[in-house]
């Protein structure tokens, strides 16, 4: 007796277009980051496993900015890029989000 069934999503039952990794390397250029594209899929991997969300987390204003930027983060570390000088200068409350 069959109990369950399990399908596999993304590139099996649905084919999102462009792909996230396409997605988040159009966000990074127009906010003056350059995410090698050889590495990224590598970092969108860590920052997926390392949080407890798994997929990067959405922002709005008046929610909580942590995991958001902490998923940023992890990712430009595995990338090794780093964030243009004008977002740098940016407030925010803690230098670093991240406490996974």
Do not use: Y
Request: with cysteine.
């Amino acid at each position: 007796m069959i109990k369950a069934v399990f399908f596999d999503w993304v590139d099996t039952l649905a084919h999102p277009e462009p792909d996230k990794h396409e997605v988040v390397h159009q966000v990074a250029q127009g906010l003056g980051v350059e995410l090698p594209p050889q590495r990224l899929i590598k970092g969108l991997h860590a920052a997926e496993n390392q949080m407890p969300s798994g997929a990067p987390p959405r922002w709005r204003e008046g929610k909580d900015e942590e995991p958001f930027i902490c998923w940023w983060e992890i990712l430009l570390a595995e990338v090794r890029a780093s964030l243009s000088k004008r977002l740098v200068a940016l407030p925010r409350g803690k230098r670093s989000a991240c406490s996974m």
